[in-house]
């Protein structure tokens, strides 16, 4: 995927304020005055684009992340929402009605397995799971009133890599369309260049990188974003999830470093899967020559940002994982905590957390262990020295 340019693209952006302020000022209104009353009518029917109508609709802080983020993924436009949760679940009810069907990957985020397998039940859309490295049992699965196949770049937390050109070959030919959460894998995996039509996003995680707020993006063609923000039929207009602009003014300015941080993300990800999987444990990292999907990962990477951030270990026991957890947290690894993409690391045993809505019957299906401890690997500066402690604790617990 070297052809696209994530980091270049965004840097080629002149994105400034109105005093010529290099960073875009930030909006503080929720309404916007117009001069003449026949110009609010048409902002009201879509037309004139560059008038900002209501805060809720568009705004201007909101549209300089939303252009950076078209910019890095190569989609003519992008939304910006108020949490990962928002993006997904507002893409999912702008592209389904009543009586439809979605194919998903069974391994996805808590949340996001959590809404498909029961909240749309509300709305009488059925949902199908499968194992998204079966591209035939996605096939198989569709059927007439199926609108979309979802899958996540690199699965939460299993780290499965999606093959993201086989399933836009599949909704291709089934008129369908594939929605991608590219969450765990910015800058690395460029969904759309790989014939995604919808990529979504947690920006809560590595793209903010800081863990101070929870935001979201959708990210697809124009047409698709300026039909979430119609006023009569938008589900972005409709259901509100906007993210406050103070917030996506800070997330824009994060964006920037974003390449750098993936690099030191991968590298130190890189160096403890080695490490963890020289004392046998099973480890999970695309990165790894024995993951079962290492070789797709190298053709649908950009080689400049590695591969990614997450490591899973597998302990065999929910046991083991806390005292492991517990004591990497004493010697000051990282933090106990959910969530990812931060600078420090964080650990947390998935299947009593963030796939904890997941039931256990379902959780074994797609062989997720009790023990597993999904790692998000911080930006440390001596991984040897994280290593040496990591180590020490494997040892201190004898969790093997
Ligand atoms: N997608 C993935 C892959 C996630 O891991 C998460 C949260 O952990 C989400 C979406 C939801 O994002 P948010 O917490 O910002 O709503």
């Known amino acids: 995927m070297k052809n696209h340019d994530p980091a270049s693209k965004i840097q080629d952006l002149l994105q400034f304020g109105e005093f010529g302020d290099v960073n875009p000022s930030i909006t503080d209104s929720a309404t916007y005055t117009f001069m003449e009353a026949k110009t609010m009518l048409d902002t009201f029917k ?159 995680k590595f793209i903010n990188g800081k863990n101070d707020c929870v935001a979201g993006a959708i990210c697809a063609e124009k047409e698709f974003i300026d039909a979430l923000a119609d006023v009569n039929t938008g589900s972005a207009m409709l259901l509100g999830p906007i993210l406050e602009p103070l917030r996506s003014s800070g997330i824009q300015k994060n964006l920037h470093t974003l390449h750098i941080r993936m690099q030191q993300h991968s590298r130190n990800a890189m160096y403890l899967a080695e490490k963890f999987s020289e004392t046998g444990l099973r480890t999970i990292y695309p990165g790894l020559p024995g993951h079962p999907q290492h070789e797709l990962m190298k053709k649908l990477m950009h080689p400049d940002f590695g591969f990614g951030g997450m490591i899973a270990i597998d302990l065999g026991t929910s046991e083991k994982a806390a005292t492991l957890m517990e004591n990497m947290q004493k010697e000051g690894v990282g933090y106990l905590a959910v969530s990812l993409g931060y600078f420090k690391t964080l650990f947390s045993n998935s299947g009593k957390s963030t796939s904890s809505e997941v039931p256990e019957d379902v959780q074994k299906k797609m062989g997720l262990s009790e023990g597993l401890i999904r790692f998000s690997v911080g930006l440390d500066h001596d991984i040897e020295r994280s290593w040496e402690k990591i180590s020490y604790c494997i040892e201190k617990t004898g969790v093997i």
């Open 46 to 204: 879509g037309e004139h684009e560059g008038c900002f109508l209501y805060s809720r609709h568009w705004n201007p802080s909101n549209k300089y992340l939303a252009d950076a983020l078209a910019a890095m993924e190569g989609t003519g436009g992008a939304w910006a929402t108020a949490s990962g949760m928002a993006a997904i679940t507002t893409t999912i009810l702008q592209l389904c009605n009543s009586g439809d069907h979605i194919v998903s990957s069974i391994t996805t985020y808590g949340g996001t397995f959590a809404f498909l397998a029961n909240y749309l039940k509300k709305f009488n859309i059925e949902v199908s799971f499968v194992d998204i490295t079966r591209t035939s049992e996605v096939e198989k699965a569709i059927r007439p009133e199926t609108k979309l196949i979802y899958t996540e770049s690199l699965t939460n937390p299993l780290l499965q890599v999606s093959d993201l050109p086989a399933l836009s070959e599949i909704a291709g030919k089934h008129n369908v369309k594939l929605v991608v959460d590219n969450t765990f894998t910015p800058m690395i995996i460029a969904p759309a260049k790989l014939g995604a039509d919808i990529v979504v996003y947690s920006l809560t």
